[in-house]
């Protein structure tokens, strides 16, 4: 099949997850082995890569029976509970938590400090969620839709914060909504710029081809924002978790292809993808 693909250049690893990612393996290179608390990014196939060199992913309970051991914590953050513990069980952490996430947390910590109400705008039970409720002692509200506003007794001046992978436009929309309803928003835009960022650009990408592919993992949740970026721009777009469920079905004779991810997509799975295509 005569096709035409492109790259993403801004698609890809984020800052915070190449961090995260670059500290596992110089560790695992040196001692061949290390813990890492939760999936250390939302995407099975790179967890794949880095499990075979010796990485072990475990949960809570896991992590809570530990003891001298070593544990990475992922870029999403924890909640104070995961240090204290560290902390009695001589546990070592390996702390890769995102820049933009920790002075999140610090925020969150420090408008529950001044007994204010905290709203979250976010995914119920995303690790970086957790990591902003637990700043709070679990008081902090988490609406993930609009809908779930009927479900509170909302105060009358609230703290507003986001997951830092939320789409701009929803934040927007929902401090519109709490302000129609008589509250009094204390707005931090707390979004992760080369996320928002990319929003921006691939509407741009999008618009320039006859196909789109976006690649992400399913657990990702940024992963499922930027697609919906990419679908409101171009209908013709296809998300995919591997190669393997590319489709030549979905492609004509000279059709100008893209290829674009979420900020939890490596580079290398985008040029799979696009050698995979190449080959139909």
Known sequence: ?????EID????FCFGVVFAIQMAEDILN???HLYCLGDIVHNDEEVARLKQKGLEIIDHDKFNSLTNAKVLIRAHGEPP???KTALDNHIELVDASCPVVLKLQHRVREAHNKDEKILIYGKHGHAEVKGLVGQTNGEAIVVETFDELEQHELPKKIQLYSQTTKRTKNLYALKDKLEAQGIEVNFNDTLCRQVSNRDIQLRDFATKFDKIVFVAGLKSSNGKVLFDVCKDNNPNTYFVSSKEEVSKDWFNENDR????GATSTPQWQMEDVRNHILAF
Request: aromatic share 6%; proline share 0%; hydrophobic share 25%.
């Open 30 to 32: 040196e001692e061949g």
């Open 257 to 260: 292809i893209g290829i674009c």
């Open 81 to 83: 509970e995961t240090y």
């Open 9 to 12: 250049d801004n698609s890809g």
């Open 1 to 5: 099949m005569n096709v035409s693909v």
